[in-house]
Nanobody
């Protein structure tokens, strides 16, 4: 069974920074996409950023230029700079095999940005 464990969430003032980490363990195929999604209260889950096993990245327009996704093998990071109150959400790590029905989610980590 694949497991994803997130860490690094917390409370930060607007304009500050946080770094999220997600460690994937278990039987993981080498070709995959890992990423971060977030869900704010009363809103739909949305994609934040993804990174492939070949280090190709994709970002939501709302975070482009402020957030950076990176990975080291099966650990993925999200460096969040210039945080805004609207970034407040539970952030979830995701592992996807694009041409397979299998995908996996972490438990989520809370990010709160104060005004």
């Amino acid at each position: 069974q694949v497991q994803l464990v997130e860490s690094g969430g917390g409370l930060v003032q607007a304009g500050g920074s946080l770094r999220l980490s997600c460690a994937a363990s278990g039987r993981i195929f080498s070709v995959n996409t890992m990423g971060w999604y977030r869900r704010a209260p009363g809103k739909q889950r949305e994609l934040v950023a993804t990174i492939t096993s070949g280090s190709l990245t994709n970002y939501a327009d709302s975070v482009k230029g402020r957030f950076t996704i990176s990975r080291d093998k099966n650990t993925v990071y999200l460096q969040m700079n210039s945080l805004k109150p609207e970034d407040t959400a539970v952030y979830y790590c995701h592992l996807d095999y694009r041409f397979s029905p299998n995908d996996y989610w972490g438990q989520g980590t809370q990010v709160t940005v104060s005004s």
